[in-house]
């Protein structure tokens, strides 16, 4: 913490572009949470009509929130 406090740090604004960039991110994130909770739910009948491969499914459920 006396390192961040050294470099001038103390008095940090975060800009409001800087802010607006979080927001959008904590969205993504949730909504990416949203997405693959349903997709765990979904029945077989219903992944087959999305017509991905199971080995595909199973990836996109086993990421974290953050990846893409």
Request: net charge positive; glycine share 4%; with cysteine.
């Amino acid at each position: 913490m006396a390192a961040i406090i050294e470099h001038g740090l103390r008095n940090y604004q975060p800009s409001r572009y800087s802010l607006r960039a979080l927001w959008a991110t904590l969205r993504c994130w949730r909504r990416r949470v949203r997405e693959r909770a349903q997709l765990a739910t979904m029945r077989e009948r219903e992944l087959h009509d999305l017509g991905l491969p199971h080995g595909d499914i199973y990836a996109e459920l086993q990421k974290p929130f953050w990846r893409e």
